[in-house]
């Protein structure tokens, strides 16, 4: 069975860096055909992914985002984490890690997301 977990403080001040790590546990971060997603959901608003990290460790982030976000990867820990610099009360939202599977086009497992308030 597939689990991710996310973990990450709840709280964070302007402008500081945001840095969540997602635990994935019954699957290797590393297999192809995955690619291993930070999405978020704002307060009445849609999901918007982040970026993502493929099994070969190169990234791909939203053009929205892309100046403050990066992803990167521990693979004897088989976790990776999100870096999101100077940070806003907007940021504030719902952040789920999720993988994507490439061959089926769709995201398959998810975390059960953590709540992130940016506030001074």
């Known amino acids: 069975q597939v689990r991710l977990q996310e973990s990450g403080p709840g709280l964070v001040k302007p402008p500081q860096t945001f840095s969540p790590t997602c635990t994935v546990s019954?699957?290797?971060?590393?297999?192809?055909?995955?690619?291993w997603n930070w999405i978020r959901q704002p307060p009445g608003k849609t999901l918007e992914c982040l970026g993502y990290?493929?099994?070969?460790?190169?990234?791909y982030f939203s053009p929205s985002l892309k100046s403050r976000t990066s992803i990167s990867r521990d693979t004897s820990k088989n976790q990776f984490t999100l870096q999101l610099s100077s940070v806003t009360p907007e940021d504030t939202a719902v952040y789920y890690c999720a993988r994507y599977d490439r061959d089926r086009l769709g995201y398959d497992y998810w975390g059960q997301g953590t709540q992130v308030t940016v506030s001074s």
């Open positions: 019954g699957a290797s971060i590393t297999t192809n055909s995955y690619a």
């Open positions: 990290i493929r099994a070969d460790g190169s990234t």
